[in-house]
C-alpha cells in the first residue's frame, strides 16, 4: 500500500512537547516562537523530517502554523481544516480562524509590549515576514531570527530523504531541458535580470525534467537550483540523489552540495530575480538590494501545459476513470453492508495498481462516510475508520500519480437510500459544477472572477463551503500546482493549457460532506456567430470522465441545459470509459450514464 493507516499525532502528546518548547524558548529569551507547516524550499508539501507543526501540535492539514507564547499557542487554520483541528489538538492549543484573524492581530492581543519572537529564516518566505514587520509596526514586539527551536526538541526527527532522482521523459514533457533553459534565459535577459533563485522542488523538476521521491505523493526531490541569464543552471542536491543522471543533466548544470547554496547566492552580482512569497528570509537577508520580486521564472511556463503534457494528462484520466468505475460498480453491489472506509481505500489503489505508468497515489485517499465526510481533508486511520451505514454519504477523494499525468476526482456517493436534504444539497453542488464546467469567459480573467459561478446554487438557498472552487495541477507533479487557482484570492489570468479543477461543495458539521470534483484543461472557446470578433473568449476542455451518482439528483431541480450537460457528458464517460472495463462493471456504467 502507498497510503497508510496509523496515527500519525495524538492530541495527549501537544502539551509535554509544548512545554518543552517553551523551556528552550526561555533560554533563548523569546517571548513567542512561530512553528509553520513550512520547510526551506517553501513549497505546500513536506518531507517527515518537515512536519514540524504536526509534531507540536497534532494537526496534520496541509496549511496553518503555530505562534506558541509563553502562556498561549495558537493553531491558525484556514476555512478547510475548522472541523479537522478540533479533532487533532489539545485543550493546550487555541484554534485561531486564519486569515479572518491575522498573526499580527492576534500578537498585538496576546504578547507582551516588547516581546521578542523567534523565527527561523529558513522557514518563512520574505514576503510573508515583510508583511508581518509592517503589520507590527508601533506595537513594540521584535522579530528575531533564531536556529529552530523545535529541532532541538524533536529526538527521533527522520533524516532528510536522499531518494534517487529519475529521468521525466521528453516523450512526456514535451520540451526537452535545454530549451526549457535557453527560454527562460531569454526571458531574464530582456528582463535585465542576471540570474534567477528557485526553491521550489517542483519548477526544479520541470525545468530539468526530472523526477524524484522525496516528498511522499509528490514526484519531486529537494534541492534548490540558479538559473542564470546564458542558460546555466547551478543545481543544489546531494550527489547521492543524482546517480547517472549526468547525461541527461549536460554540461550546462552544474551539480552542487546544498551546503554551499546559500554562499553561491550571496556572490551572485547583478540583479536577481526572486519569488517572494517562496524564498526564505534566510535568502532575501543576503541577497539585500541585488532581490527582484519578479516571480519564480518556472511557474507560468510549468503551469501553461505543451500538446504534449495535455495529451499525457489525458490519457492518465481515462485509465484512471476505469480504475474508479471498477471500484464504483463493486461499492454499489457491497455497500451498506460489512465495508469499512478503510476498505474502500484498498480497493481503490489496489485498482490503480493494476495501471503499470502508475508511481504513487497523488495524495491520502479522502473516504470520509457521515460526519467524516464534512471534514474536507480527512484521513481515515485506524481510530477513526467507520463503517458505511446505510443513509449516510461518503465522500471519496483520490487520485494517482501516473508517467504521463496527475488525476484528481471527487465524488460523494450514497450508502443505501440518501435523506431529500442530502439529495436537494448535491443538486445544488452539481449545479455550480455544471455552470463551471459551460462557462465561457473573456481572455485575461483570473481566478478570483470567474469562481463565483460555481457557489451561485449554493448561495440562492443560503449556503456555502470554505474552500477554493479549483485549483490547479500538475503533469506528473504537484496535485496542488500554483500559480492558477479558482479562487477568491487568486489574481492570475487563466491562459490556454492550465488544468484546474472544478470542485464545489457543502459540508454539515456532524452530519455529511457533498463535494463533486472533474479536472478541466483552459482552451479557447469555440467561434460563435454572436460574438465580438476582437473579443477572445476561453473556455475548458473536461478531462475526468466518471458517472456522477443519478441517485443524489434531485432532477426537477435541473433546467434543460444542466440536464442536457449532465445527459452528454454522460453519454462521453459511456462512450470513453466502457472499452476500458469489465464486463461486470460495464454493466454497470450503463445504468449508471442511463439519461435522466
Known amino acids: 500500500m502507498y497510503q497508510t493507516f496509523d496515527?500519525?499525532?495524538?492530541?495527549?502528546?501537544?502539551?509535554?512537547?509544548?512545554?518543552?518548547?517553551?523551556?528552550?524558548?526561555?533560554?533563548?529569551?523569546?517571548?513567542?516562537?512561530?512553528?509553520?507547516?513550512?520547510?526551506?524550499?517553501?513549497?505546500?508539501?513536506?518531507?517527515?523530517?518537515?512536519?514540524?507543526?504536526?509534531?507540536?501540535?497534532?494537526?496534520t492539514g496541509s496549511a496553518g502554523f503555530c505562534a506558541v507564547l509563553q502562556d498561549k499557542a495558537g493553531v491558525?487554520?484556514?476555512?478547510?481544516?475548522?472541523?479537522?483541528?478540533?479533532?487533532?489538538?489539545?485543550?493546550?492549543?487555541?484554534?485561531?480562524?486564519?486569515?479572518?484573524?491575522?498573526?499580527?492581530?492576534?500578537?498585538?492581543e496576546q504578547m507582551p509590549e516588547g516581546g521578542r519572537l523567534g523565527f527561523d529564516p529558513w522557514l518563512h518566505a520574505a514576503g510573508q515576514m515583510q508583511t508581518l514587520l509592517k503589520d507590527l509596526w508601533g506595537s513594540g514586539i521584535e522579530l528575531v531570527q533564531v536556529d529552530n527551536l523545535v529541532d532541538r526538541i524533536w529526538q527521533d526527527q527522520p533524516d532528510a530523504p536522499l531518494q534517487r532522482v529519475s529521468v521525466h521523459a521528453l516523450d512526456h514533457a514535451g520540451e526537452s531541458a535545454a530549451d526549457k533553459c535557453a527560454r527562460l534565459a531569454k526571458t531574464l535577459r530582456k528582463a535585465g535580470q542576471a540570474a534567477a533563485v528557485i526553491t521550489l522542488p517542483d519548477s526544479i523538476m520541470w525545468l530539468l525534467n526530472i523526477r524524484g521521491a522525496d516528498i511522499p505523493r509528490n514526484p519531486v526531490a529537494q534541492g534548490f537550483a540558479i538559473l542564470h541569464d546564458d542558460g546555466r543552471v547551478d543545481l543544489f542536491m546531494d550527489q547521492a540523489k543524482?546517480?547517472?543522471?549526468?547525461?541527461?543533466?549536460?554540461?550546462?548544470?552544474?551539480?552542487?552540495?546544498?551546503a554551499g547554496f546559500q554562499?553561491?547566492?550571496?556572490?551572485?552580482?547583478?540583479?536577481?530575480?526572486?519569488?517572494?512569497?517562496?524564498?526564505?528570509?534566510?535568502?532575501?537577508?543576503?541577497?539585500?538590494?541585488?532581490?527582484?520580486?519578479?516571480?519564480?521564472?518556472?511557474?507560468?511556463?510549468?503551469?501553461?501545459?505543451?500538446?504534449?503534457?495535455?495529451?499525457?494528462?489525458?490519457?492518465?484520466?481515462?485509465?484512471?476513470?476505469?480504475?474508479?468505475?471498477?471500484?464504483?460498480?463493486?461499492?454499489?453491489?457491497?455497500?451498506?453492508?460489512?465495508?469499512?472506509e478503510i476498505d474502500v481505500v484498498v480497493k481503490l489503489e489496489d485498482?490503480?495498481?493494476?495501471?503499470?505508468?502508475?508511481?504513487?497515489?497523488?495524495?491520502e485517499t479522502i473516504a470520509g462516510t457521515g460526519e467524516n465526510g464534512a471534514v474536507m481533508h480527512y484521513r481515515v486511520t485506524e481510530d477513526s475508520n467507520s463503517w458505511l451505514q446505510d443513509g449516510d454519504l461518503l465522500v471519496l477523494d483520490?487520485?494517482?500519480?501516473?508517467?504521463?499525468?496527475?488525476?484528481?476526482?471527487?465524488?460523494t456517493l450514497p450508502i443505501g437510500a440518501p435523506g431529500e436534504d442530502q439529495r436537494a444539497a448535491f443538486t445544488r453542488v452539481l449545479q455550480g459544477m455544471i455552470a463551471m464546467s459551460r462557462l465561457r469567459w473573456p481572455k485575461g480573467l483570473a481566478g478570483r472572477d470567474i469562481e463565483a459561478v460555481g457557489r451561485v446554487p449554493l448561495w440562492q438557498a443560503g449556503q456555502d463551503f470554505n474552500h477554493g472552487l479549483g485549483h490547479g495541477v500538475g503533469a506528473f507533479l504537484s496535485v496542488h500546482e500554483g500559480p492558477q487557482r479558482l479562487s477568491r484570492a487568486s489574481h492570475v489570468p487563466l491562459e490556454t493549457g492550465m488544468i484546474l479543477s472544478n470542485e464545489p461543495g457543502y459540508y454539515r458539521e456532524g452530519a455529511f460532506g457533498i463535494r463533486i470534483e472533474n479536472l478541466l484543461v483552459v482552451q479557447p472557446a469555440a467561434e460563435l456567430a454572436s460574438a465580438d470578433p476582437e473579443r477572445q473568449m476561453l473556455s475548458w476542455?473536461?478531462?475526468?470522465?466518471?458517472?456522477?451518482?443519478?441517485?443524489?439528483?434531485?432532477?426537477?431541480?435541473?433546467?434543460?441545459?444542466?440536464?442536457?450537460?449532465?445527459?452528454?457528458?454522460?453519454?462521453?464517460?459511456?462512450?470513453?470509459?466502457?472499452?476500458?472495463?469489465?464486463?461486470?462493471?460495464?454493466?454497470?456504467?450503463?445504468?449508471?450514464?442511463?439519461?435522466i
Not at 485498482?351 to 495524495?363: A, E, P, T, V
Open 541 to 595: 476542455q473536461t478531462l475526468t470522465y466518471v458517472p456522477i451518482d443519478r441517485r443524489l439528483i434531485v432532477a426537477e431541480m435541473l433546467s434543460f441545459d444542466e440536464r442536457h450537460w449532465l445527459n452528454s457528458y454522460h453519454q462521453e464517460v459511456a462512450a470513453k470509459i466502457g472499452p476500458l472495463v469489465s464486463a461486470q462493471a460495464r454493466a454497470w456504467l450503463e445504468d449508471a450514464t442511463a439519461a
Open 7 to 59: 496515527v500519525t499525532a495524538r492530541p495527549e502528546q501537544g502539551p509535554p512537547r509544548l512545554q518543552a518548547l517553551r523551556v528552550e524558548m526561555t533560554a533563548q529569551h523569546l517571548d513567542g516562537f512561530l512553528v509553520p507547516r513550512a520547510d526551506a524550499h517553501q513549497g505546500e508539501y513536506v518531507a517527515p523530517r518537515d512536519e514540524r507543526l504536526s509534531w507540536l501540535t497534532g494537526f
Open 76 to 108: 491558525f487554520i484556514d476555512g478547510r481544516y475548522r472541523t479537522q483541528v478540533k479533532r487533532q489538538v489539545a485543550d493546550a492549543f487555541t484554534p485561531v480562524p486564519w486569515p479572518e484573524v491575522s498573526l499580527a492581530q492576534w500578537l498585538k
Open 242 to 258: 543524482l546517480v547517472g543522471l549526468a547525461d541527461h543533466l549536460g554540461s550546462s548544470v552544474t551539480q552542487q552540495a546544498p
Open 398 to 411: 483520490s487520485g494517482g500519480q501516473y508517467l504521463d499525468g496527475t488525476t484528481d476526482i471527487t465524488r
Open 351 to 363: 485498482l490503480r495498481r493494476r495501471d503499470q505508468m502508475l508511481r504513487d497515489i497523488s495524495f
Open 263 to 340: 554562499t553561491a547566492v550571496a556572490a551572485l552580482t547583478g540583479t536577481v530575480a526572486v519569488d517572494e512569497t517562496t524564498i526564505p528570509q534566510a535568502l532575501a537577508d543576503v541577497l539585500g538590494d541585488r532581490l527582484l520580486n519578479a516571480g519564480d521564472p518556472c511557474s507560468l511556463p510549468k503551469a501553461r501545459k505543451n500538446t504534449a503534457e495535455i495529451a499525457g494528462s489525458a490519457a492518465a484520466h481515462l485509465r484512471d476513470a476505469g480504475a474508479v468505475v471498477e471500484l464504483l460498480a463493486w461499492l454499489q453491489a457491497h455497500a451498506p453492508g460489512s465495508l469499512t
